[in-house]
C-alpha cells in the first residue's frame, strides 16, 4: 500500500487554466505539507497543514490554495497557471508538526503548463 | 532566516569508494534531517539527526550543533547510492528550510 499517494503523476496544461492535484496519506499522520521542487532541484515549502491549522509560506501566491477536507487528505488547487508554474509539487506527511519521527513523500506530480 | 548551505555540490565516485557529504547552518537549529532524492525523483528520510551520530547500515550521519554542520557519510558506495543528498532544518513554523543538495553520481 502506498503511504503518501498524489495524482495525478503528470499534468500538462494550458496558460490560464485551473488544475488541482490530490494527495492522500493513509500513515495516520497529524501533518500534511506541499513543496515545489524547480528546475534547479531546489525544494521549497508552500504550505504545512496541521490539525486545522494552515501555515503558509508567504512567497506562495494566492493563486495557490490547499483544501484539507479531512486529516487524511490535502489537496493542492492552483488558479490562472503560469509558465512559470512548471515544477515537480511533492506532498509530504510526518506523524507530527515537529517531524521527529520523519517524513513520508509522495511520489511528485510534475506540472508543464505550456 | 536561516540559511543552509551543502557542499560539494557534485560529486562523482567510483563504486565501492567512501564519501562525505557537508551541510552548514546559519543559525543553531534543533531539527537536521538529511533525505536522499533517487533518479527517479523518490525522496526518503535518511536521519533525524539534531546533534550526534547515527548509523544505518552503510550510512551515517553527524551533527555538531554548536558548530553549525553536519556530515553524512556514505561507506563502500553503490550505484544504488546515485541521487540528489538534501539537508534540511526547522524554522519556527515548524517548516523545512532546504538546501540546494549535493548530487552524487556513482560510476559502477
Known amino acids: 500500500d502506498t503511504a503518501v499517494s498524489q495524482t495525478p503523476k503528470y499534468l500538462v496544461t494550458q496558460m490560464g487554466n485551473d488544475k488541482s492535484i490530490k494527495c492522500e496519506q493513509n500513515?495516520?499522520?497529524?501533518?500534511m505539507y506541499w513543496y515545489k521542487q524547480d528546475s534547479k532541484k531546489f525544494l521549497k515549502i508552500m504550505f504545512s497543514?496541521?490539525?486545522?491549522?494552515?501555515?503558509i509560506n508567504e512567497t506562495v501566491p494566492n493563486r495557490f490554495s490547499p483544501k484539507s477536507p479531512d486529516k487524511a487528505h490535502l489537496n493542492l488547487h492552483i488558479n490562472s497557471l503560469e509558465l512559470g508554474d512548471s515544477a515537480v509539487y511533492f506532498c509530504a506527511s510526518s506523524q507530527e508538526a515537529t517531524g521527529i519521527r520523519g517524513y513520508t513523500f509522495g511520489s511528485g506530480t510534475r506540472l508543464t503548463v505550456v | 532566516g536561516i540559511q543552509v548551505e551543502q557542499s560539494p555540490p557534485d560529486l562523482i565516485l567510483q563504486e565501492g569508494a567512501n564519501s562525505t557529504l557537508r551541510c552548514n547552518f546559519s543559525d543553531s537549529v534543533n531539527n537536521l534531517q538529511w533525505f536522499h532524492q533517487n533518479p527517479w525523483g523518490q525522496l526518503i528520510n535518511l536521519f533525524y539527526?539534531?546533534?550526534?551520530?547515527k548509523q544505518n547500515g552503510r550510512l551515517s550521519a553527524t551533527t555538531v550543533a554548536t558548530e553549525r554542520y553536519s556530515l553524512l557519510y556514505i561507506s563502500s558506495s553503490q550505484t544504488t547510492d546515485s541521487g540528489v543528498y538534501f539537508c534540511?532544518?526547522?524554522?519556527?513554523?515548524?517548516?523545512?528550510?532546504w538546501g540546494a543538495g549535493t548530487k552524487l553520481i556513482i560510476k559502477p
Open positions: 539527526i539534531p546533534s550526534g551520530t
Open positions: 534540511a532544518t526547522r524554522d519556527s513554523n515548524y517548516q523545512l528550510i
Open positions: 500513515l495516520g499522520h497529524d501533518t
Open positions: 497543514y496541521n490539525n486545522k491549522e494552515l501555515i
